[in-house]
T-cell receptor
Framework: LAKTTQPISMDSYEGQEVNITCSHNNIATNDYITWYQQFPSQGPRFIIQGYKTKVTNEVASLFIPADRKSSTLSLPRVSLSDTAVYYCLVGDYNTDKLIFGTGTRLQVFP | EPEVTQTPSHQVTQMGQEVILRCVPISNHLYFYWYRQILGQKVEFLVSFYNNEISEKSEIFDDQFSVERPDGSNFTLKIRSTKLEDSAMYFC???????????FGPGTRLTVT
């Protein structure tokens, strides 16, 4: 399983775009990159998943460079309710388990 | 929007007692999972379940733990003889295709005294 490295914490203000970068230097050919969000005392919530280039949904965008050794989760115009822990996970698409790290704690200020 | 539900939301039990945590996965999902999160720590994988059998389990999931899908809707986690260190949030999750896109329930907070 590819090891991931992401910042422990980030601060932002409402209305700003937030980019959280995750490093995964030993990503394997079959690995996908998945991001989850977790609020305190709640279960993780799937945000987005990608293999290469760019993926966008109604919540976020995921940028993956050609070498796939890193990825960036982009949250447009964050609000206070985006304050949460964000996890970057790397693994085979048909994975039997998700391996969570410590994530990035995003704090959004008014 | 369909969601995973879990009951109870909070369970308090004494050390040595058996507990059963219940989950109702999303109805068209075929893959089911249990995770736990000790307060202030990482989310940890416990077990995955597909086609009425365990497909993978972690070192945490020892003989004290068991899972069952007793009917077409429920998915349960049983801890036979609880220990203090079993105190944690237990999350059930389900997936339609066994991919990394899993949907988590709100969790059951288990407190062992």
């Amino acid at each position: 399983l590819a090891k991931t490295t992401q910042p422990i914490s980030m601060d932002s203000y409402e209305g700003q775009e937030v980019n959280i970068t995750c490093s995964h230097n030993n990503i394997a050919t079959n690995d996908y990159i998945t991001w989850y969000q977790q609020f305190p005392s709640q279960g993780p919530r799937f945000i987005i998943q990608g293999y290469k280039t760019k993926v966008t949904n109604e919540v976020a965008s995921l940028f993956i460079p050609a070498d796939r050794k890193s990825s960036t989760l982009s949250l447009p115009r964050v609000s206070l309710s985006d304050t949460a822990v964000y996890y970057c996970l790397v693994g085979d698409y048909n994975t039997d388990k998700l391996i969570f790290g410590t994530g990035t704690r995003l704090q959004v200020f008014p | 929007e369909p969601e995973v539900t879990q009951t109870p939301s909070h369970q308090v039990t004494q050390m040595g007692q058996e507990v059963i945590l219940r989950c109702v996965p999303i109805s068209n999902h075929l893959y089911f999972y249990w995770y736990r999160q000790i307060l202030g720590q990482k989310v940890e994988f416990l077990v995955s379940f597909y086609n009425n059998e365990i497909s993978e389990k972690s070192e945490i999931f020892d003989d004290q733990f068991s899972v069952e899908r007793p009917d077409g809707s429920n998915f349960t986690l049983k801890i036979r003889s609880t220990k203090l260190e079993d105190s944690a949030m237990y999350f059930c999750a389900s997936s339609v295709d066994g991919s990394g896109e899993q949907y988590f329930g709100p969790g059951t907070r288990l407190t062992v005294t």
